[in-house]
């Protein structure tokens, strides 16, 4: 369907609402049901191993299907398929709120998850595609990063206040009007691309979709059993397997639906990685810390909520910064500077203990934010710099499956880590309570350590295999492309 004339002239500001708004709506998915648990597991009769998969279908559905959903946008057209992720995702979230059994609620958190493998990569290439390398395009991914990564602290608190305010069914419903609003302001100012020629590469299709998916799962196994488990060594088996299959059909293929060519630059790859290790650790900050303010200070939902609140504002300022300042001082710096201050605050984090109170806290979500803030913006520009116009639906494919591997890699390690931690803490206390937290603080603070070591990980990573100079001097706009243009050039 071609788009309206109004798509054609409307505003760059109601172009980037509607691609901010969607990946809002995905992102904040993940985390907003966490509060809302013990409320679904006593209502719809979850067993505390099942009530995991709240979490991981949504999880294994979005990550497994998120290639061929940017290769979807490239053949069919990006707003066609960007609309037709919301309209899945939203009638999923409907489906989910009035789910009166647990099966019901899984396969829609399924639904939700292909809804946003299909959304997500083309939100991301038509913002490309709307914003011109340079500082326009930069200043759009200094929102776009704060909504990426401060997303997941917003569904925290969301989640918190609509469980407290209303019940958890609201945990699904508030999509609901989301959803209708943004599918009527996208066909109104998202103009549809052009389908590229080529037919879809079924075989990289179904290798890439079922070893993506295997490796999510695998991960997912992992950190409810353990590494050693058959079925996870099983899952990350057929994962190897399927994905190695998968880079042989890739370098035959006609019509590719990752064309690898974009792996060949040595920044965009390591963009990719440092942005892997980053939400691992991300990922664990949020599943450890949500534990402790709960379990161990006694935070109500709403109250946990509230205490992520500095760490959203940190981002949403600090990214503009880092968008603005990027044209000036080029991206590695701000990745390493905005690194080293997310691995000083996991550091401190990893020294909480039953007596902590919230204002250490709140200095480690003050430092995390700063950091992740001045951080995310060049690390996506340099996984999209010089990307090829038709190639723009598949390297946002990649950032997305490397965020999304991310995080269950993430929870997958730190829970083994935590666990492993936690069963060697000395029983302290005088009830089993008492020992029980106190084994548990053991754990996350050990899971936070090494958060900090991937972070810090991260940080010799990027500074060592990052192209990049400070530009010479010159207009905001022109110095932010010259900077781009050098992480591929050298």
């Known amino acids: 369907m071609p788009a309206p004339t109004s798509a054609r002239t409307a505003p760059p500001a109601l172009v980037l609402a509607a691609i901010l708004t969607t990946q809002l709506m995905l992102v904040l998915d993940t985390t907003i049901v966490n509060v809302a648990l013990p409320d679904l597991q006593r209502d719809l009769g979850f067993t505390p191993t099942s009530l995991s998969w709240v979490l991981n279908a949504y999880t294994l559905a979005f990550g497994g299907l998120l290639l061929l959903g940017a290769r979807a ?12 992720g919301i309209v899945a995702f939203t009638a999923a979230s409907l489906v989910g709120g009035f789910a009166t059994s647990a099966g019901t609620l899984l396969a829609a958190r399924a639904v939700q998850g292909v809804g946003g493998a299909l959304a997500a990569p083309s939100a991301l290439a038509l913002l490309m595609g709307r914003f011109p390398e340079g500082g326009e395009r930069a200043r759009a991914l200094g929102w776009f990063s704060a909504v990426s990564v401060g997303g997941s602290a917003i569904g925290l608190l969301a989640g918190g206040m609509l ?29 549809e691309t052009p389908r590229h020629s080529g037919r879809f590469d079924l075989a990289g299709a179904a290798t890439s979709t079922i070893g993506m998916t295997a490796l999510v799962y695998g991960f997912v196994r992992a950190a409810e059993s353990s590494w050693g488990d058959p079925v996870a060594v099983a899952a990350f088996a057929v994962a190897v397997l399927l994905l190695t299959a998968f880079v042989l059909v890739e370098l035959r293929a006609a019509s590719p639906i990752t064309p690898l060519r974009l792996l060949a630059d040595r920044t965009r790859s390591a963009a990719l990685v440092g942005r892997l290790l980053l939400m691992a650790a991300m990922t664990g900050l949020f599943f450890f810390l949500t534990q402790f303010l709960q379990g161990v200070l006694g ?46 605050a996991l550091l401190l984090l990893s020294r909480l203990d039953a007596g902590s109170g919230y204002p250490q806290v709140l200095l480690a979500l003050l430092l995390f934010g700063l950091g992740n803030g001045l951080a995310f ?14 190639d723009s639906g598949a390297a946002s494919g990649l950032l997305n499956a490397a965020q999304q591997i991310g995080g269950a890699l993430g929870l997958a390690v730190l829970v083994t880590v935590a666990e492993r931690a936690a069963a060697a803490a000395p029983a302290v206390g005088s009830t089993a309570a008492e020992v029980a937290q106190h084994a548990f603080v053991v754990g996350a603070e050990r899971a936070f350590l090494v958060g900090a070591g991937l972070i810090a990980t991260t940080v010799v990573l990027l500074a060592t295999l990052v192209r990049d100079r400070r530009p010479a001097a010159g207009g905001d706009a022109p110095a932010a492309q010259r900077t781009e243009t050098s992480l591929v050039g050298g």
């Not at 060049?378 to 010089?386: F, Q, V, Y």
């Open 73 to 84: 946008g490239d053949l069919l057209g990006r707003r066609r398929v960007l609309l037709a």
């Open 163 to 191: 469980t407290e305010w209303a019940s958890w069914r609201w945990v699904m419903f508030v999509n609901v009007p989301i959803g209708v609003g943004l599918v009527l302001l996208a066909r109104a100012v998202l103009t």
């Open 299 to 344: 935070y109500s939902p709403l109250s946990t909520g509230l205490a992520f609140l500095p760490i959203t504002v940190m981002l949403l300022v600090f990214s503009q910064v880092s968008a603005r300042a990027m044209g000036r001082v080029g991206t590695r710096p701000l990745m390493v500077v905005g690194l080293t201050s997310t691995t000083v």
């Open 377 to 390: 913006v060049p690390l996506t520009a340099a996984g999209l710099a010089g990307v090829d116009p038709r």
